[in-house]
């Protein structure tokens, strides 16, 4: 059984379109993230979410809008995509917070190429 | 401003020897570190967590330190094997919510 899963493993897709990557996890986990790894490799958190409670963080631009249906699944939606975020998305759970005391599940990551 | 380095993008290290890997941060207060294992095209996976005041933590061949005075930590592998050759990334705890990560260190295990 795959703890967190993430729907596309790929997505190629041109400059100023509108896509989705679904996640969700089986671990009856209170929290949820997404992260992106850009070339170089670093691991950066973009939301957090727990407990209906979305924490953003600030640089992350407004063209990125997290949507949680129920506690099992966050799905990431982006408009208007740009060349700057072709990167390595990943999704996470936690059992709860803080996210530092929790040791995090990641998904196998989606690989955005914009075009 | 705010860092986290951790010590060199690659190690080689020969079968059999320990591995240290080394984890420093600047403008930091970590009550949490956390140490992860990521495999080319995968996801991170979690190995160890220490607390601050915890000065040292062990699972099976991996031992963590964790010194706030000097704002480091040390992963050390024993015994490593050509298995164990994969990037392992350092995270800090910057708040309730936030994780921050360093950008990792790519261990090769020769045989």
């Known amino acids: 059984d795959t703890a967190v899963s993430q729907t596309p493993k790929y997505l190629v897709t041109q400059m100023g379109n509108d896509k989705s990557i679904k996640c969700e996890q089986n671990?009856?986990?209170?929290?949820m993230y997404w992260y992106k790894q850009d070339s170089k490799k670093f691991l950066k958190i973009m939301f957090s979410y727990n407990n209906k409670e979305l924490i953003i963080n600030e640089t992350v631009p407004n063209r990125f809008s997290p949507k949680s249906p129920d506690k099992a699944h966050l799905n990431l939606h982006i408009n208007s995509l740009e060349l700057g975020d072709s990167a390595v998305y990943f999704c996470?759970?936690?059992?709860?917070?803080?996210?530092?005391?929790?040791?995090?599940?990641f998904g196998p990551g989606t690989r955005l190429t914009v075009l | 401003s705010q860092k986290i380095e951790q010590n060199s993008e690659a190690l080689n290290i020969q079968e059999g020897k320990t591995a240290t890997l080394t984890c420093n941060y600047t403008?930091?207060?970590?009550?949490?570190l956390q140490w992860y294992r990521q495999d080319p095209g995968r996801g991170p996976v979690f190995l160890l967590l220490i607390r601050e005041n915890e000065k040292e933590k062990r699972k099976e061949r991996l031992k963590v330190t964790f010194d706030t005075t000097l704002k480091q930590s040390l992963f050390h592998i024993t015994a490593s094997q050509p298995a164990d050759s994969a990037t392992y990334l350092c995270?800090?705890?910057?708040?309730?919510?936030?994780?921050?990560f360093g950008a990792g260190t790519r261990l090769t295990v020769k045989p």
């Open positions: 403008n930091y207060s970590p009550a949490y």
């Open positions: 995270a800090l705890d910057i708040n309730n919510n936030d994780m921050r």
């Open positions: 671990l009856g986990h209170d929290t």
């Open positions: 996470a759970s936690s059992q709860d917070l803080p996210a530092g005391y929790n040791e995090q599940f």
